[in-house]
């Protein structure tokens, strides 16, 4: 297998207190989150992984949380610095913060500007303030405004807002809304994603009051992409829409199957090596993370994928794409051919979730991308 582009991902682990939605390794910093040892913890993980790099040049960079910019832009600059000289970054390389609004107080936008981020992806969730109350966010639309404004006076020509729509008590007019405020920001790259129940949170064991019902997800879902389009965003991964050529070329790496390094409590990470592709994932408690570090040990978890899990693994991202992917691309991330492609694919296709276009492109269908879950799980292992 010929190696694929290679990312680095870094994990953050604290927020100011956990959202009841969130199943992130996130957890609340109770005011005093110990940053300085954790960095010290991510540098000696990332003379490990230099190793795994193995000089490779590495595209983009991803500062993923938690809640990244509770880090100082001091701390920030520290673990930038910390990637170049262990790593070859390439020119331009995209580095990217997750950041909420009303957590910037660490410093300003234009200190991690200074650090070296140059996007950052800000989580807005709604501009509706009841419905930020009902997520359990700690921050306000006028915060969300602020902190745009502040970034965007930094120089950051280059921004995510998240939104969640399917929220509790909202229609679908709220929903767009939600979209229109943050088309009115300047907002080059949405990301719009439906609030889900996932276990271990909150709002799995107490479900909110007021969840839309299947027919106005649908109705919010047309409706938002008709504002979008309108805008000029173009859909290009089943929740991403971007501007031009704002896409997040961090995630594309992740939907193409490329490769990605990882460091940080519960980080995980794929690398190509040969004719084998490595999973891993590192110790998830950020105390046990940081004495691990520490203690010379590697810790965490590793595995070579067998084929049924590269073909799973793959189509779990690749099937994300609203164009969809080559042929050519299955068989270089994976090593396997394409027939291997068409005898997994079979029930997908006769279902009509998924298609086969000529020369040799696949993509899931109008149908396919509304049920991705389903068809994703299309492709599962058999047990």
């Not at 006076?153 to 807002?161: Q, S, W």
């Not at 992409?225 to 829409?241: D, I, K, R």
Request: proline share 5%; net charge negative.
């Amino acid at each position: 297998m010929k190696q694929p582009p290679l990312s680095l991902y870094v994990h953050l682990p604290w927020c100011v207190r956990k959202c009841p939605y969130c199943d992130f390794n996130s957890h609340s910093a109770n005011g005093d989150a110990p940053t300085g040892r954790y960095l010290d913890a991510l540098l000696l993980d990332l003379e490990r992984e230099a190793m795994r790099a193995a000089g490779r040049d590495i595209g983009t960079v991803f500062l993923g949380g938690g809640t990244p910019s509770l880090f100082s832009p001091a701390e920030i600059g520290r673990l930038l610095a910390g990637i170049d000289t262990r790593l070859a970054l390439v020119p331009g390389a995209e580095v990217t913060m997750e950041a909420n609004p009303g957590t910037v107080e660490c410093g300003s936008p234009a200190g991690y500007r200074t650090a070296g981020v140059n996007r950052v992806s800000i989580g807005a969730q709604s501009f509706n303030d009841v419905s930020l109350q009902r997520l359990g966010r700690i921050h306000s639309s006028d915060d969300i405004r602020r902190s745009v404004d502040a970034f965007v006076a930094a120089g950051f020509d280059n921004f995510n807002l998240d939104l969640m729509h399917g929220l509790p008590g909202q229609t679908e007019e709220m929903a767009v809304a939600d979209i229109r405020a943050a088309i009115d920001l300047g907002a080059p790259h949405l990301s719009w994603y439906q609030l889900t129940l996932e276990p271990n949170t909150v709002f799995h064991a107490r479900p909110p009051v007021g969840l839309p019902d299947e027919e106005t997800s649908c109705a919010i879902q047309d409706a938002g992409a008709a504002v979008l389009q309108e805008a000029g965003f173009t859909q290009y991964e089943v929740s991403a829409w971007a501007r031009g050529d704002r896409r997040c070329r961090h995630n594309l790496n992740y939907w193409q199957f490329g490769d990605y390094l990882a460091i940080g409590a519960g980080a995980h990470g794929k690398v190509t090596d040969g004719e084998t592709v490595l999973r891993y994932r590192k110790a998830a408690n950020p105390l046990q993370y940081m004495q691990m570090m520490e203690s010379g040990e590697h810790g965490g978890s590793a595995e070579v994928l067998a084929e049924a899990d590269l073909v799973f693994e793959f189509m779990l991202n690749a099937l994300r794409l609203v164009d969809g992917f080559p042929e050519t691309l299955f068989e270089g991330r994976t090593g396997l051919a394409t027939d291997r492609l068409v005898d997994a694919a079979a029930a997908a296709l006769q279902s009509g979730l998924l298609e086969r276009l000529a020369g040799g492109v696949w993509r899931p269908t109008a149908l396919g991308m509304r049920f991705l879950n389903d068809l994703q799980a299309e492709f599962l292992p058999s047990a």
